[in-house]
């Protein structure tokens, strides 16, 4: 029984959920320009968002899922309206800013296990038998398959309103140079919260994804940021085209790599490439060459 | 008193640790996250050599110093070439790679198993058993890495160091190779934070992979920012104040189920006043 | 005899030719200034030359003997070549002093480490200090010095080189009348010393004051060439600066 | 950096130090004088991935606390419990069991629930002479780290051992692809599984997972591609609940079996029909008596009821039985501790052979059943 399909299954489903935090990650990146740790506890807040409506209070899941959506993006809203504004304002080397990205990472995750214990929580149940579907011998849930539809969408979207709208132009333009966009009259703050915003929102719906396919606890979100980062970089940090694509690529390399190797050296594989892709090509495969 | 002695004994190892990630931080301008993985290389290289060749603590040091310094060396190499961003990244991958390395060894490391029954180094019928002589023996250590420290940034070397942190480019211009000097730099810390591994891996007794994570790795930044960048005393303050303050929250009776999870918080929150209101930290003079 | 000469340079970013077949000669001892409107290719000539910026094209040739298509920063100490910066590269949060004897001690690494700075190393920097009027403030951190005197600094930091070819980019811009007497003092020393100068400079009385030879560029060629009273007197010269 | 900020910095840590010093030396009551609380140590994870295990146990050892002062305590001394946090990290738990032992000055200590935990703690315990008694570590190495250390659990030997010869003899398979966490205990019975398993039969894979692992398709998917006639899967709750999910995903029939960590209510309603027929050995325990059950649940702790809560409770009960005879002394403890034979605790029957060890493991084997645990053996 051959395999391959399975693999290429499981490479598109990993792939999914990586682009939707390499989507995030790079918006935020963009505009930001320093390795903001922050998202990873986002993706963690979406999750136990969705599980608190949906599961303890029962209410529709659709809505606990919007919910969730925009409850992780508040808090990427607020911490850039808090934190790093002020950074900001004081002109702040991004190794501060990375430095204090870690320091609400470390305290959101904390509060997240004060308030639902560390206890791993599964978020669909699944008593009644999860459908899967076939095709071509590989087989995965309606859920992986909601994701994957998802991430193309979440693309696609993104991209139409980088293109179109007005707005996408204005992050475009402070993602290229924040000073230049203050001196047309971009309020590059304010944008700046609302592309936190965006960029939080799409974490947490991967983080939200990964609770419906797999289950959350508060530990998740440090592999969820750097699985997102390495695919960030490998496809061409900042750029969210290049982010897409390097997720799927970060997902194929991941679960082929272990036809060869034994599957304890799976994270080996992740940093293995990002530590190739930085020395060897660290603007990745999008950018052109700084 | 002898939970005192215990927490001063961490106060060392994480001083000799502080003082080895300042040098590569607060003077060459490097923000590392790999310092866990120097921190445990040294750790298993001599918990290796006593267990299984049986050798002396002393000589296991030495032998796991310059082993680590040659690891060290050829992450330094690797890493040398990158900067900002990549370079933290590149350095949270490597501490990633080395920890997957301790643990899927396992013919060397006994993998997740870790390695138990190290015992307390001996020195020709001088014992350091019981924990006030392993405490000489470590402030004995912490103070000879302060002064190999000092040394280091007192010479032209460390003066080229500053330099580098403050503009490389322009420093190329006149003369010096930087890549040398952050390899050598990288190979220093190195080997200095191997003091540390053997130490603690012949106090606790036990090590196992998990120990050196890069949760480990942020622990030690936070030492090295909170006591501040680019001063020695600075690393020594934030080692006491780090090891010390969160065994004092054992004592604040917060109820038991939650007190680990609000150290977490303060600890976070610690971490963002400070970059905020004092990125060179309490008695550093380098903002990052 | 020449100390630097370029044969045919090229250097171009994604296809903008920023110097472009640029054949100059360098006169030993003597001043030469490179002129030209913003944008001509003055400073990616100088950054070339010190190996900031890869060779794209050509060679650049050193006293006539060495013939270079490729230069690493570090290495140019050794082509007796120092240069100073348009855009200040002080270091920043360190003494004034460390700021001279940082190019005065030992490069090697094994050899700095246990090298501390020793007396003549302070003597060379007290004289380079004084000489730009620095030695009192010696023990303030260079970020708190005003923009004339972080000018004087990156030319104290040069002469503390004591080089054979030294690169001003603009060492004059946005100076009081008394700073540029300071500097165009120490050029003129460094002539009498029979030193090679390469200045960069938009201030013609001082092109016409200080230098021997000019070459004028424009949009990365060479436009003319020649003693200054001639040059600055052609028409084209004139109009590459009014522009066209 | 003006001089004064930096001398009164200097100032105010020294102050720091010397409070720290006097609120020990103060707070550290001298040794158990027969009046006040009789004081026990706990140490387990309270925090990261293994913490819903740790919590559970503390639950249950609260449940014993309470039972034992509420029928008037020991010597009508109350037993009061200090919970400290292991983290399942060798530093933490020395820092736990020194404070334990220096300042609190229990008399005994219940724990190191992971393997590292307890070996970190073992010097500390052996060397103030304080009995400590481990509820879930199974690392072999502890069965000689002194003659203060004990377990009330079974060392991986014998359970390694017994599933071997179970999937031998009993369910007569003889390809094996085994599937096992990255931690201590899974390692350690999968080594000693191999050892056994390898008189009759052969090992076709071998895939280990990182214990926080979420993901193993990847390696579910190679192990198929190996067609074992069993599959032996090692793992913690978590990963044993996406697991078991992710097996029945991807279509895989072959029977599986798992170790005594999966004796938890939390995966068979997680996993759900996907654990359905997955068999998997634990100690031969009664069921827990309601009367555990209810006070479990008062103490919201009852979802995740597991195998060594049980074993944290009937510790403190034989601790609490020991000290009635013999008082606080705990050389005497330890020497009565060795002589514990055949005690019916709620988690096992427990007889202590001469180093310290459960002497005897029977096993029994369960079986997931439509979200129940249902006993086969």
């Known amino acids: 029984m051959n395999i391959i399909p399975q693999i290429v299954a499981n490479s598109l489903i990993a792939g999914s959920i990586y682009a939707l935090i390499a989507l995030g990650f790079n918006l935020v990146y963009g505009a930001t320009r320093f390795v903001n740790m922050v998202p990873g506890a986002l993706a963690a807040i979406g999750g136990y968002t969705v599980f608190f409506l949906f599961n303890r209070l029962g209410l529709n899941i659709y809505f606990s899922v ?57 978020v669909l149940s699944v ?33 139409l309103i980088l293109k179109k709208t007005s707005f996408g132009k204005a992050v475009r333009a402070v993602s290229d140079d924040e000073e230049v966009s203050k001196i047309i009259g971009i309020n590059t703050n304010r944008l700046i919260s609302w592309i936190f915003f965006i960029g939080s929102c799409l974490i947490g719906l991967s983080g939200i994804f990964i609770g419906f396919d797999i289950g959350i606890n508060p530990t998740m979100g440090l592999f969820i940021i750097l699985e997102g980062a390495t ?27 272990i036809l060869k190797i034994p599957g304890e050296w799976k994270p080996a594989i992740a940093f293995g490439l990002l530590i190739l892709f930085l020395i060897f090509k660290p603007e990745g495969i999008m950018n052109k060459k700084k | 008193m002898a939970y005192l002695i215990h927490l001063l004994i961490l106060f060392a190892i994480y001083g000799i640790l502080g003082l080895s990630l300042n040098l590569v931080m607060g003077y060459t301008g490097l923000l590392s996250v790999t310092h866990g993985a120097f921190f445990g290389i040294g750790a298993y290289a001599t918990a290796i050599l006593m267990t299984h060749a049986g050798l002396n603590f002393f000589v296991a040091l030495i032998v796991g110093l310059v082993l680590s310094g040659v690891v060290s060396f050829i992450i330094g190499a690797i890493l040398s070439r990158l900067s900002g961003d990549y370079f933290v990244l590149g350095t949270v991958g490597l501490n990633y790679l080395i920890v997957t390395v301790l643990i899927n060894w396992s013919d060397l490391t006994r993998g997740p198993l870790g390695i138990a029954g190290i015992h307390k180094p001996h020195f020709f019928g001088l014992s350091f058993s019981d924990t006030p002589a ?45 890549f040398s000097y952050k390899l050598a730099i990288f190979t220093i810390s190195g080997a200095l934070a191997a003091i540390a591994g053997a130490l603690f891996a012949s106090y606790i007794t036990f090590i196992n992979p998990a120990s050196f994570d890069v949760m480990q790795s942020v622990f030690i930044l936070a030492v090295v920012v909170l006591g501040g960048l680019g001063s020695l005393r600075g690393s020594l303050l934030g080692a006491l104040l780090l090891v010390i303050i969160p065994e004092l929250l054992r004592f604040v009776g917060f109820p038991s189920e939650i007190a680990a999870q609000t150290r977490q918080a303060i600890y976070g929150l610690l971490l963002v006043v400070l970059m905020l209101y004092r ?10 | 005899m020449f100390s630097i000469q370029t044969k045919n340079l090229k250097k171009h970013f994604d296809g903008v030719y920023a110097v472009d077949d640029l054949s100059i000669k360098i006169e030993t001892g003597q001043i ?27 060679l650049v040739v050193i006293e006539e003997s060495e013939k270079l298509s490729k230069i690493t920063p570090h290495e140019i100490p050794s082509f007796g070549i120092t240069r100073t910066f348009q855009n200040i590269h002080l270091f920043e949060q360190m003494t004034i002093l460390d700021n001279i004897l940082v190019v005065l001690t030992d490069r090697q690494v094994f050899r700095a480490i246990f090298e501390t700075h020793q007396t003549f190393h302070l003597k060379i920097a007290e004289e380079v200090l004084t000489r730009v009027g620095l030695w009192e403030k010696r023990g303030q951190l260079a970020v ?9 600094l990156e030319i104290a930091r040069a002469l503390a080189m004591d080089a054979k070819i030294y690169l001003l980019d603009e060492p004059f811009a946005g100076l009081f009348p008394e700073m540029v007497k300071i500097i165009s003092g120490i050029i003129k020393e460094l002539k009498q010393e029979s030193k090679t100068v390469i200045l960069i400079e938009h201030d013609m009385g001082l092109i016409r004051e200080l230098s021997d030879y000019v070459f004028v560029l424009d949009s990365g060629k060479l436009l003319a060439e020649g003693k200054p009273s001639e040059v600055l007197a052609k028409r084209e010269v004139i109009e590459a600066y009014l522009g066209e | 950096m003006s001089k004064t900020v930096k001398i009164v910095i200097w100032l105010v840590v020294i102050v720091i130090v010397i409070a720290i010093g006097a609120s020990l030396s103060k707070k550290g009551s001298n040794p158990d004088t027969g009046t006040g609380p009789i004081k026990i140590g706990f140490i387990g994870p309270l925090t990261g991935d293994t913490a819903g295990i740790g919590e559970n146990v503390r639950a249950a050892v609260e449940v014993a606390r309470d039972e034992i002062n509420a029928a008037g305590g020991v010597n009508k001394r109350q037993v009061e419990v200090i919970f400290e946090d292991g983290q399942c990290d060798p530093k933490a738990a020395a820092n736990a069991g020194n404070k334990l032992v220096s300042v609190d000055k229990v008399v ?5 629930l992971c393997s590292s935990e307890t070996l970190a703690v073992a010097p500390i315990a052996e060397q103030a002479k304080v009995p400590l008694i481990s509820d879930a570590s199974t690392n072999p190495k502890i069965t000689d780290a002194g003659d203060y250390i004990f377990r009330f659990v079974p060392s991986d030997l014998f359970q390694g051992k017994f599933d071997a010869e179970y999937i031998m003899n009993t369910m007569k398979k003889s390809k094996v692809g085994i599937l096992y966490c990255l931690s201590d205990w899974c390692t350690g019975i999968k080594d000693v599984f191999k050892q056994n398993f390898a008189s009759s039969g052969t090992v076709v894979d071998e895939e280990g997972y990182q214990q926080d692992a979420r993901d193993l398709r990847s390696q579910i998917t190679k192990i198929k591609a190996a067609k074992p006639d069993v599959i032996y899967f090692l793992g913690y709750s978590e990963a044993s609940i996406v697991g078991l999910k992710q097996l029945q995903e991807l279509g895989v029939k072959t029977p599986i079996f798992g170790g005594d960590a999966w004796d938890d209510v939390k995966i068979a309603e997680g996993a759900g029909k996907a654990a359905n027929g997955a068999m998997f050995s634990v100690t031969a325990s009664s069921k827990y008596p309601q009367s555990f059950i209810d006070a479990m649940t008062v103490k919201k702790a009852d979802k995740e009821l597991n195998n060594y809560s049980g074993r944290g409770y009937d510790i403190l009960k034989v601790l609490a039985d020991i000290i009635g005879r013999v008082g606080v002394d705990s050389t005497k403890i330890k020497d009565e501790l060795y002589k514990v034979k055949d005690y019916q605790g709620i988690g096992d029957t427990y007889t202590l052979d001469a180093k310290g060890d459960l002497a005897t493991a029977n096993y029994s084997v369960k079986k997931f059943q439509d979200s129940k645990i249902v006993l086969v053996q």
């Open chain 1, 66 to 122: 919007i919910a969730g959506v925009v409850v992780a993006g508040f808090f990427g809203y607020l911490s850039d309206r808090l934190v790093f504004r002020k950074l900001r304002s004081h002109k702040a080397s991004n190794l501060v800013s990375f430095v204090a990205s870690l320091g609400i990472f470390t305290m959101l995750q904390a509060l997240i296990s004060i308030l639902f214990t560390s206890q791993f929580q599964s």
């Open chain 1, 127 to 159: 008593t009644e038998n999860p459908k899967t579907y076939q095709i071509l011998g590989a087989t995965f849930t309606w859920v992986q398959g909601l994701i994957f539809i998802t991430s193309i969408a979440a693309f696609v979207s993104l991209a």
């Open chain 1, 231 to 257: 695919a960030s970089i490998i496809g061409g940090i900042g750029n969210v085209y290049g982010g897409f694509l390097g997720a799927f690529l970060l997902g194929f390399v991941e679960n082929f790599g």
């Open chain 2, 134 to 178: 392993f405490l000489v023996l470590s402030l004995i250590f912490l103070a000879l890495t302060f002064l190999v420290a000092r040394f280091v940034v007192n010479s032209s070397f460390g003066r080229a160091l500053k330099a580098i942190r403050e503009d490389q480019k322009a420093l190329q211009v006149f003369g010096y190779n930087i």
């Open chain 2, 279 to 288: 990125p060179q930290g309490l008695i550093g003079e380098y903002k990052l």
């Open chain 3, 32 to 58: 030469t200034s490179i002129i030209g409107p913003n944008g001509s290719g003055k400073t990616t000539l100088i950054n070339t030359l010190s190996g900031l910026l890869e060779i794209d094209g050509g």
């Open chain 3, 144 to 152: 708190n010095l005003s923009y004339g005197q972080r000018k004087l």
């Open chain 4, 108 to 112: 005994a200590i219940i724990g190191g």
